[in-house]
């Protein structure tokens, strides 16, 4: 069974950029989609983007410009590059497929955009 491991996170400085990866255990050339998920306290979780596995990329309107997803079958790994932080992208994120599945939801990694 394929797990997947969230990594990257930290605290940044409004304006900064992260990249954060997301680590098969197994293959992910199969998966058709894989998305970023995040989720803010007391908020519920969100989509942020998801590529396919032909690398057609989708991206929430609120990251749209500013956060970019890629995948590398051959890793089997997924990023989410981000630019351009602001305070409100502030959430613990996560990678799944799309739709998501239980079985998947890993511990995820924080991202704190603060000054």
């Known amino acids: 069974q394929v797990q997947l491991v969230e990594s990257g996170g930290g605290l940044v400085q409004p304006g900064g950029s992260l990249q954060l990866s997301c680590a098969a255990s197994?293959?992910?050339?199969?998966?058709?989609?894989m998305g970023w998920y995040r989720q803010a306290p007391g908020k519920e979780r969100e989509l942020v983007a998801t590529?396919?596995?032909?690398?057609?990329?989708k991206y929430a309107d609120s990251v749209k410009g500013r956060f970019t997803i890629s995948r590398d079958n051959a890793k089997n790994t997924v990023y989410l590059q981000m630019n351009s932080l602001k305070p409100e992208d502030s959430a613990a994120y996560y990678c799944n497929v799309l739709p998501p599945s239980p079985r998947y939801w890993g511990q995820g990694t924080q991202v704190t955009v603060s000054s």
């Open positions: 590529i396919s596995r032909d690398t057609n990329t």
């Open positions: 197994g293959s992910i050339g199969l998966i058709n989609v």
